[in-house]
């Protein structure tokens, strides 16, 4: 079905009790067409009386940041969607995932080396000022194995789930865990850097590299998730436990050795 057409959405609702919705902004990199097709779908869901509608949001960083973070449009416009969503009428819950751990076969890289002796100098991972090593809180999660989690709590719990925001990640780490545990798992030397800002956007696509710049500010503070508490939302998991970054790690160190 075209998500940007609510006659089209409607015939793939008809008879779903619950509907699961998540939006691309990086498609168009646009939060206007984001939110077009969340509307069509939500239009729809309430035309076919859905009994429950998930929707993967995120923080307005704009509004958690007091104007200081105005350019994260990709969290900005999932916030938008869950107002729409709320105001909708139509039973929802929002599940709100963390930072991808697939993110660090990106983020950690393979030292350069100026000597050109073929010596290993390990990995280096590679941050905006002011984002600090023992500071800096990013919440955690292994998307394609653990949103599922999460999201089949906030079916399992339903109708106490509904309106309530579900915070998908296994702990808030800071960097300097996450460098001192992969190094720990690789048994290379992990370094963590502060780079000034206009040559962290260097690294980044024209397009995206004030988004981003931003996006790694926010985990310094307000934070991720404005400071919110993990708990209550890995509470609601009972036996199911969302895999940590060590574990991750290990399964995928051949990402960084």
Do not use: C
Not at 9 to 18: E, F, N, S, Y
């Amino acid at each position: 079905a075209d998500m940007s057409s609510p006659q089209d959405v409607l015939p793939a609702l008809q008879d779903a009790h619950t509907v699961f919705l998540v939006t691309n902004f990086w498609e168009t990199m646009s939060a206007a067409a984001e939110l077009a097709q969340a509307k069509a779908v939500t239009d729809a869901a309430r035309a076919a009386r859905v009994k429950h509608l998930i929707f993967s949001s995120l923080i307005n960083v704009t509004d958690a940041s007091g104007g200081r973070l105005p350019h994260v449009s990709h969290f900005d416009g999932k916030a938008r969607i869950e107002d729409y969503i709320r105001a909708s009428g139509v039973p929802a819950t929002f599940v709100q995932p963390g930072v991808f751990m697939t993110g660090f076969f990106g983020f950690i890289r393979k030292a350069e080396n100026p000597d050109g002796d073929g010596q290993d100098k390990g990995l280096v991972w590679a941050m905006p000022e002011g984002v600090k090593e023992q500071e800096a809180q990013l919440p955690l999660l292994d998307a394609a194995r653990d949103t599922g989690l999460f999201v089949k709590a906030a079916m399992k719990h339903f109708p106490d789930t509904e309106g309530t925001r579900i915070l998908a990640a296994t702990a808030y780490y800071t960097p300097a865990r996450i460098v001192a545990e992969l190094a720990e798992v690789t048994g290379k030397k992990v370094s963590y850097v502060e780079t000034p800002h206009d040559r962290f956007k260097s690294f980044l696509p024209a397009p995206a590299a004030q988004e981003m710049l931003e996006n790694m500010l926010l985990l310094q503070g307000p934070g991720y998730y404005a400071g919110a508490d993990l708990q209550p939302s890995l509470d609601l998991l009972g036996d199911d436990k969302p895999i940590t970054w060590k574990e991750f790690a290990e399964k995928n160190k051949d990402k960084w050795v």
